[in-house]
């Protein structure tokens, strides 16, 4: 099944809304597309999910913790 990047990025902002911390995984792997330490601390913005997500990003990964609750 292949899953559309708007899709995928809805489903990213939904998240945040919802109070999780997302970032970007790499495609086939378990980590961070980017550098991602900082989101241990806060949820990404909606802009950094726009950004994220519009540039070939199509795995979404959820920040465990205290950040998301």
């Not at 990213?12 to 086939?28: F, M, N, T």
């Not at 909606?46 to 950040?67: D, K, L, P, R, Y």
Request: glycine residues 8%; hydrophobic residues 35%.
């Amino acid at each position: 099944m292949t899953t559309s990047t708007n899709s995928i990025r809805d489903a990213a902002l939904q998240y945040i809304h919802d109070g999780y911390s997302v970032v970007p995984i790499r495609e086939g792997e378990k980590r961070p597309a980017i550098a991602g330490e900082e989101f241990q601390r806060r949820i990404a913005t909606e802009a950094e999910v726009e950004q994220w997500f519009s540039n070939n990003h199509n795995q979404i990964g959820i920040v465990s913790g205290c950040v998301s609750g």
